[in-house]
């Protein structure tokens, strides 16, 4: 089964410093890797997907399989990115089925 | 495009009643919809795999005779929680699959119901 780890609940920087949020991946086969953002008061949407290799509103995230890892980035953080930030996966012929990480509340403080 | 809703936002209802919430996929065609919950601080957890035209598919754990899904059309599902009981409380998120994106596993997320059972 698969199974994906988001240590850290809350992560604070301030504004202009960079981000990184850590999702950690157990699967035996090859995923497909998300990011997906909650803003305050809104529906879960995609950030981001490691198949597409883009930057979506300053985010990067690249899959690195030998660490099992897809670790979102960002160099400069700015308020409105404040959210809870959600790293999922879809294992392959999973039926396109998510298994999501805990989530992680990143607050940017000015 | 791609918006997914879901009626009713939030609903209270007493324990042992039954509840129906709707998933509508509004301006795309969906074969497959999933409905989640979550916990207030925790992340989602899936509990079932809704296919048009055939039987839902549950996650272990998930009680298929208590949570009612029905996927009779390309844009609608529901979700029917069945004698419901203060337990049951949570907020329900539906998401869909643009059938159309055959090669994407990208999901569309609906804003969630409130189920509150006294």
């Known amino acids: 089964a698969q199974r994906v780890t988001q240590p850290e609940k809350l992560l604070s920087v301030f504004k202009g410093a960079p981000v990184e949020l850590k999702c950690n991946y157990s699967?035996?086969?090859?995923?497909?890797l998300f990011w997906y953002v909650q803003y305050s008061r809104q529906r879960l949407q995609l950030l981001l997907r490691?198949?597409s290799r883009e930057s979506i509103k300053g985010f990067t995230a690249d899959l690195n399989k030998g660490e099992t890892s897809f670790h979102l980035k960002k160099p400069f953080a700015q308020e409105e990115d404040s959210a809870m930030y959600y790293c999922?996966?879809?294992?392959?012929?999973?039926?396109?089925?998510?298994?999501f990480g805990t989530g992680t509340q990143l607050k940017v403080e000015l | 495009g791609a918006v997914v809703s879901q009626h009713p936002s939030w609903v209270i209802c007493k324990s042992g009643t039954s509840v129906k919430i709707e998933c509508r996929s509004l301006d795309f065609q969906a074969t497959t919809m999933f409905w989640y919950r979550q916990f207030p601080k925790q992340s989602l957890m899936l509990m079932a795999t809704?296919?048009?035209?055939?039987?839902?598919?549950?996650e272990q754990g998930v009680e298929k005779d208590k949570f009612l899904i029905n996927h009779a059309s390309l844009t609608l599902s529901t979700l029917t929680v069945t004698s419901a009981h203060p337990e049951d409380s949570s907020f329900y998120i539906c998401?869909?699959?643009?059938?159309?994106?055959?090669?994407?596993?990208?999901?569309?997320f609906g804003p969630g119901t409130r189920l509150t059972v006294t």
């Open positions: 998401s869909a699959r643009n059938r159309v994106g055959q090669g994407s596993n990208e999901q569309y």
């Open positions: 999922a996966l879809s294992a392959a012929g999973g039926g396109n089925k998510l298994t």
């Open positions: 490691h198949i």
């Open positions: 809704s296919n048009e035209g055939s039987k839902a598919t549950y």
């Open positions: 699967y035996s086969g090859s995923p497909e």
